[in-house]
């Protein structure tokens, strides 16, 4: 096989070696770095309690549900976003690019198909990446208020449940560039409302 040949060959082989690593989610690749999604909530499902129960359960010596400690809490999802070179043979002092998350957008799809419980919204961040590492953030998942309409609202002290899906777009660009990026993460949530005390969950 001549010289050429075997470039070629090499060439093509690592070219489809790089494609089968990094997965289908290919809408932030160049041939410098990739930036994606690492970790979601530990690697955990989502439990939305859709209202705190507070000190106390019940009233002292009773089986009567004490609510005027009860309250109503925003759910905050820990993600961690990895940005690396694009394979390895790809030395990170050339990859250049910091990536700042501007923005992302959360939607539910619920286990039978459905619409989720919570309506699709968008929320502004400000994430920045540098090159060849790794970035813990926060992003809310559920807002306050969706809390306090049905059917959410409807499932307090009681014992149903809603299965669902999150997907999750995070939206931004590279810094030096300017390349604007967006990657996506998915993570299942279960509403419900677990009659636990604050105390019991620490």
Same mark, same amino acid.
Request: proline share 4%; hydrophobic share 40%.
């Given at each position: ?11 093509? +082989? ?31 499902? +989502? ?11 019940? &009233? ?25 070179? &694009?394979?390895? +043979? ?13 923005? &992302? ?10 619409? =989720? ?45 809603? &299965? ?18 967006? +990657?996506?993460? =998915? ?16």
């Amino acid at each position: 096989m001549s010289a050429m040949k075997q470039y070629a060959v090499v060439t093509l +082989f690592l070219m489809t070696a790089a494609v089968l690593s990094v997965g289908c989610d290919d809408t932030n690749y160049d041939s410098r770095t990739v930036v994606y999604v690492s970790n979601v909530n530990d690697g955990a499902p +989502f439990l939305s309690d859709v209202l705190q129960q507070g000190d106390s359960l019940y &009233y002292s010596k009773t089986t009567i549900l004490k609510l005027e400690d009860d309250y109503i809490e925003e759910d905050v999802l820990k993600v961690e976003i990895h940005n690396r070179p &694009y394979n390895a +043979f790809v030395e990170p002092e050339y990859s250049l690019g910091d990536f700042l998350v501007t923005s &992302y957008d959360v939607s539910f799809v619920q286990s039978n198909g459905v619409a =989720g419980p919570v309506p699709a919204f968008s929320g502004e961040t400000a994430i920045l990446i540098p090159a060849d590492s790794k970035v813990e953030a926060y992003i809310v998942l559920v807002p306050f208020d969706r809390k306090t309409v049905s059917p959410l609202v409807d499932m307090e002290y009681t014992n149903l449940e809603i &299965y669902s899906d999150a997907h999750i777009t995070f939206h931004g660009h590279e810094v030096q560039t300017d390349r604007e990026i967006e +990657f996506s993460c =998915g993570i299942h949530v279960n509403f419900a409302d677990p009659l636990t005390l604050e105390k019991d969950k620490e």
